[in-house]
C-alpha cells in the first residue's frame, strides 16, 4: 500500500469517521472515501469488517479497541 492508504486504513481500524480522517489526513472527505473503496478493492473486504480482519490477520494493527 502507498503511505497514505496504510495511514487510512489504521485510522479506519480504530473506527475513526471519515470526517475524522480527513482532518488528521489534511485531506478531503472525498479523497477519504476514495481511499476507503481501495483498500476494499485491494484487499478484497466486502465492508470495513473485513478491512479489520484484513490488517489483524497481516499484522498491521495488534487488537482492536
Given at each position: 500500500f502507498?503511505?497514505?492508504l496504510f495511514r487510512s486504513l489504521k485510522l479506519i481500524c480504530q473506527q475513526?469517521?471519515?470526517?475524522?480522517?480527513s482532518e488528521i489526513l489534511c485531506l478531503s472527505e472525498k479523497t477519504i472515501e476514495g481511499h476507503r473503496?481501495?483498500?476494499?478493492?485491494k484487499t478484497h473486504s466486502r465492508n470495513v469488517?473485513?478491512?479489520v480482519w484484513y490488517a489483524l490477520e497481516n499484522g498491521i494493527?495488534?487488537?482492536?479497541?
Open positions: 502507498r503511505r497514505v475513526y469517521s471519515t470526517r475524522e480522517i473503496k481501495s483498500l476494499l478493492d469488517a473485513g478491512l494493527i495488534k487488537e482492536v479497541k
